[in-house]
Nanobody
Framework: QAQLVESGGDVVQPGGSLTLSCSVS????????MGWYRQAPGKQRELVAE???????EYADFVKGRFTISRDNAKKLVQLQMNNLEPEDTAAYFC?????????WGQGTQVTVSS
């Protein structure tokens, strides 16, 4: 059974940094595309960044140059380094695993950017 557990969410001031982590079990991790999504109140969930099994990455335009996604296949871990955070980045952040027509989600971790 797939299990994705996010951590690292916090309250941070504008311009600050956070690193989100997602620990994964129950799937053949290295074969999966891993992604971070976010959902702000009243808005749809949106893709932030994803990293393929090849370790190629893609980013939403609104985070390019500020966020970096990475994965450690040995540890079954995916991380999102977030720099220069803005109030608009405030949202619940969700880890996602996708492959073979199957998609799994974590429970989410809250990031709040506020002075």
């Amino acid at each position: 059974q797939a299990q994705l557990v996010e951590s690292g969410g916090d309250v941070v001031q504008p311009g600050g940094s956070l690193t989100l982590s997602c620990s994964v079990s129950g799937i053949t991790f290295h074969l999966y595309t891993m992604g971070w999504y976010r959902q702000a109140p009243g808005k749809q969930r949106e893709l932030v960044a994803e990293i393929y099994s090849t370790k190629n990455t893609e980013y939403a335009d609104f985070v390019k140059g500020r966020f970096t996604i990475s994965r450690d296949n040995a540890k079954k871990l995916v991380q999102l380094q977030m720099n220069n955070l803005e109030p608009e980045d405030t949202a619940a952040y969700f880890c996602n695993a996708f492959q073979f027509g199957q998609r799994y989600w974590g429970q989410g971790t809250q990031v709040t950017v506020s002075s």
